[in-house]
């Protein structure tokens, strides 16, 4: 496995991380525990060093898995999670963000118990909360690194001001944003402020939400606790039109002998050295054929082409829904 610094932080990883969300969240039913622990072993075996997981997700199973599928792995790897909204312990929901000082150290050593550890190498605001200004959030985050129970502070889907105002306070190693063939929004400010200031990308939802892999059309059926049901981009309508998009990337797939999911990892990949994917799986066949990618080096020729093909076709469908549109770009 190939390995890639964050920035110029210091912290390397494996160039392509594993999101667990999916194991116990977001995607229909939670999978069996023991067939998961037993896949995040199978990828710390094939080289994996980087595991993204967050209070959230669950809430408190995903945390809660990835601890005891690791724990005995502790030292080969590199875990993040998050922190930043409030979660209702009547209904286990999300109810609004919550950066406030006192919240970050609660969850904090919450996190550390579930993740059997005694530190968090990479803590990130899951989403910018309006109420408590950035730099009280970076202050806390620094207290919390020099009290040795994180290593490094991240932001999720923060806008460049904000990264900009954090980072003066207490260095930012990284920020984890959707970014893939299919949304690109990064490219607009984001990636430049990054190599700016020497802050890594982790890049997550690199295939679409599994769009990109080629295995959905509009027929396609999501189980009810399926996230993807609340999504515009993935309503059938929007699947069908987004059809010719996962076509383009077939079609040079095709010729490079290699899967669409390859194509749309070694496309992110050779975007910038500093970018790590974190795409999700339940299945080690999955796991195994996004490894490959790693290895995959397209030419400059193949990277012209591909940039000429997408342009070509419109994407269809917001990313999410307005609510959740609001929480991201602050």
């Known amino acids: 496995m190939r390995m890639r610094k964050l920035g110029?932080?210091?912290?390397?990883?494996?160039?392509?991380?594993?999101?667990?969300?999916?194991?116990?969240?977001?995607?229909?039913?939670?999978?069996?525990?023991?067939?998961?622990?037993?896949?995040?072993?199978?990828?710390?075996?094939?080289?994996?060093?980087?595991?993204?997981?967050?209070?959230?997700?669950g809430p408190f199973t995903?945390?809660?898995?990835?601890?005891?599928?690791?724990?005995p792995l502790r030292d080969k790897v590199t875990i993040a999670t998050k922190f930043g909204f409030k979660i209702d312990?009547?209904?286990?929901?999300?109810?609004?963000?919550?950066?406030?000082?006192?919240?970050?150290?609660?969850v904090c050593d919450a996190s550390l118990k579930r993740l059997k550890t005694d530190h968090i190498d990479l803590f990130y605001q899951h989403r910018v909360d309006p109420n408590v200004p950035i730099e009280d959030v970076a202050g806390t985050v620094k207290e919390l690194i020099q009290q040795g129970k994180v290593r490094h502070f991240g932001l999720s889907e923060a806008g460049v001001k904000t990264i900009r105002r954090a980072h003066k306070v207490q260095p930012v190693t990284a920020v984890q944003n959707e970014y893939s063939?299919?949304?690109?929004?990064?490219?607009?400010?984001?990636?430049?402020a990054l190599e700016e200031l020497g802050i890594g990308l982790v890049a997550y939802s690199p295939l679409g939400r599994g769009f990109l892999t080629g295995k959905m059309d509009e027929n396609t059926k999501f189980d009810s606790g399926d996230f993807r049901n609340l999504l515009p981009r993935f309503a059938p309508e929007a699947r069908k039109a987004n059809q010719p998009f996962v076509e383009t990337v077939g079609r040079?797939?095709?010729?490079?002998?290699?899967?669409?999911?390859?194509?749309?990892?070694?496309?992110?990949?050779?975007?910038?050295?500093?970018?790590?994917?974190?795409?999700?799986?339940?299945?080690?066949?999955?796991?195994?054929?996004?490894?490959?990618?790693?290895?995959?080096?397209?030419?400059?020729?193949?990277?012209?082409?591909i940039e000429s093909e997408s342009s070509k076709v419109k994407v269809h469908g917001d990313r999410y829904p307005e609510q959740l549109q609001r929480l991201v770009g602050l």
Not at 89 to 106: F, L, N, Y
Not at 181 to 192: D, G, V, Y
């Open 8 to 57: 110029k932080s210091g912290l390397e990883v494996s160039a392509l991380g594993f999101g667990c969300m999916g194991m116990s969240a977001s995607y229909g039913l939670p999978h069996d525990k023991s067939e998961m622990v037993s896949l995040l072993r199978a990828a710390v075996e094939r080289g994996i060093t980087f595991f993204d997981t967050a209070e959230v997700y």
């Open 62 to 71: 995903n945390e809660q898995l990835v601890g005891e599928g690791l724990e």
């Open 89 to 106: 312990p009547a209904t286990g929901k999300q109810a609004g963000t919550d950066s406030r000082p006192e919240h970050i150290k609660e």
């Open 181 to 192: 063939l299919w949304w690109r929004e990064p490219e607009k400010e984001l990636l430049a």
């Open 252 to 305: 040079i797939a095709a010729r490079k002998k290699a899967t669409p999911a390859q194509i749309a990892l070694a496309w992110l990949l050779a975007q910038k050295p500093w970018i790590v994917p974190i795409p999700g799986t339940t299945k080690l066949n999955r796991l195994e054929e996004n490894i490959a990618a790693v290895s995959l080096d397209l030419t400059r020729d193949d990277l012209r082409e």
